[in-house]
């Protein structure tokens, strides 16, 4: 028998690498768009062209998180993410060795489907492994791994941008860009041939009646191998409970998703990432060059690259604390810090910027059209806006955007409800990945202040609309939500988790599992 994984911490930080295809994903574009040889070679793609060539992927995403649960369903979590990895190998291949801007796109929108697939199905994968106590530590693993994704990729364009004469000469080599789009494939290759050593989703093994396995899977990750731990007794009871409720509701799992009590938990999770999206966090990664050029402080590449590292640093906190502290502070304290910098950062460049005009322009700064010229203190405070925005984010919205609609849905919804937040999560990435260059070049500093009321308008969501799910079990989300308690009220009960864990452990109920065949039966203590 091949040997299989067992600790928890390591099963999901291992999953999370698909997360880092994702912020692989982020910034495979930052770090050449100030190149000279990607400029040169792909005729100076500026707004509405370069907005296509970024939205490429979100696009090829979209739909690759749409068709993420049928994989997760039918073939497991586990094998819809190695899917997922020979996605992206096919489509680094042809980016790095892309002749023109139609090869880019194509590649980039194989790369979107995996990243469409990984990030809808890593995110139910580590939630139907982990307990409770740390679920929402182990799902913020994905943003955190996210967030290393984006650093690594950016500092191997930023190295490999110094080839030639670096990423000013005008005969700059076109390895510039192919090294970086290459170099991206390493974590996919890991992913999908580490997954053949780690174990599939307990739920969905019990999700196809293959109890046995599931069982072991669940002795393996909380009772030490041991299939009579309580706890791992426990958790099985609870789980073919709510499978067998699921299954006595005899309704499709597509009926069941537009299911008013099912319905409004869908429109949540999918408002949760269209929020992650709209607070214009990745906007801040994908164009976080031009940004930098307005500002006209340092050299752009090495000030966002600080951004990158904060963006990984301050992903630790929310990683450390979201289980004790709760997602709905996360979700509403998040929002209106980012809303309070995006309007700071607006109005300094308001009022200090002006027109980049033949004047001001120079080959540095020829993407932009609004300016802050030599002006130290307010440069330097619009960048720090930004590094405070990023830091705000990766300890709130960041993590919790991920960690919350992967929680909230039941067994028999939760594949396909989580990709469709998540299919909502790329529609808007694609949508601000290609509008924003051109609001960028046509707008300027009134592009922040729209993101700030997206932020504003986020802030009373969450307050009016997100309960607090920390503590509970996937399988008790359905008494947190119908409940019938307005979002701000905490939701208590004791868990059923820990009731049933009681009752087995003082000998008072019987749990048949199935092992080897035949059932095996805890037996209650004589009275």
Partial sequence: MVWQASNVYLICGFAALGGGLFGFDISSMSGVLGTQAYKRYFDNPQSYRQGAITASMPAGSLVGSLLSSFLADRFSRKVALQISCGLWILGSILMCAAQNIGMLCTGRVICGLCVGIASSIVPVYQSEIAPKEIRGRVVSLQQWAITWGILIQYFIQFGAAQVGGGPDDPNQPESAFRIPWGIQMVPAFILLVGLFFFPYSPRWLASKDRWEEAIQVLAHLHGKGDVNHPRVLAEYQEIEEALRFERE??????????????????????????????????????????????????????????????????????????????????????????????????????????????????????????????????????????????????TTMGPTSWTYPAEIFPSKVRAKAVSLSTASNWFWNMVLAFGVPPLLWNISYKMYYIFAAFNGAAFIHFILLAPETKGFTLEEMDEVFDSGLPAWKKFEKTSRLEELQREIEAGNLKVSAPIGGAPITNEPKAQ
């Fill in 249 to 394: 509701q005899a309704s499709s799992s597509f009926a069941a998703l537009v299911e008013p009590r099912i319905f409004k938990r869908v429109l949540l999770g999918m408002s949760v990432q269209m929020w992650s999206q709209l607070c214009g966090m990745n906007i801040m990664m994908y164009y976080i060059v031009y940004i930098m050029e307005g500002a006209q402080i340092a050299s752009p590449l090495e000030t966002a690259s600080i951004q990158y590292v904060i963006n990984v640093v301050m992903t630790l906190p929310a990683i450390l604390y979201l289980d004790k502290f709760g997602r709905r502070p996360a979700l509403i304290f998040g929002s209106f810090g980012m809303m309070t910098w995006l309007f700071i950062s607006g109005a300094l460049q308001q009022y200090y910027g002006q027109p980049n005009t033949e004047e001001t322009r120079t080959s540095e700064n020829s993407d932009i059209t609004w300016i802050v010229l030599d002006n130290r203190p307010v440069s330097s405070a619009i960048v720090a806006c930004s590094y405070l925005f990023v830091a705000t984010f990766a």
